[in-house]
């Protein structure tokens, strides 16, 4: 029961990753009627939204990462993973904002920035959901023995 109700969550996020990718390409490629073009008439300064769908889940995952060590006291982890989150929000809040600030000083058109920023709210769902889903520590370690 329990990897049928993984696999689902696995195609969900993968279902919802792939609408995220679709919008934001489809707002970079179309051009819309009745607007001017943007800088070079091209709307494809939002692929740079890429590298920040692959920068959010950096400081979680160290910080997860780091949460397993036991070299770390429970204030120095507090702190870490406060500083994670930070990152983490900064991250999102630069992904919401960078559309928004290209389509204000009219270097993409107004639409794929709209277009952009839809494309935003599945991506960065999407590594929510991984971390709420799959960000709880196992049962197993290796101290147990069971191989």
């Avoid at 919008?23 to 709307?43: D, H, I, M, Q, S």
């Avoid at 997860?64 to 770390?72: Q, T």
């Avoid at 107004?110 to 277009?115: C, E, I, R």
């Amino acid at each position: 029961m329990e990897c049928n109700k993984t696999l689902a969550t696995l195609i969900t996020m993968a279902f919802t990753a792939a609408i995220g990718v679709l919008l934001l390409f489809v707002g970079c490629a179309v051009t819309f009627p009745g607007e001017k073009p943007g800088l070079l008439g091209y709307n494809w300064w939002g692929v740079f939204m890429i590298l920040l769908y692959m920068m959010s889940p950096i400081p979680l995952g160290l910080a997860r990462c780091c949460k397993s060590r036991d070299a770390f006291s429970s204030e120095s982890l507090s702190i870490l993973l406060d500083i994670s989150y930070f990152l983490s929000a900064c991250i999102v809040v630069s992904g919401f904002g960078l559309p928004l600030v290209l389509a204000r000083q009219s270097v993409i058109q107004p639409a794929a920035g709209a277009m952009i920023a839809g494309a935003n709210i599945f991506a960065f769902g999407t590594v929510y959901s991984y971390f709420v889903f799959f960000g709880h520590e196992d049962e197993w370690d290796w101290s147990s023995g069971n191989f």
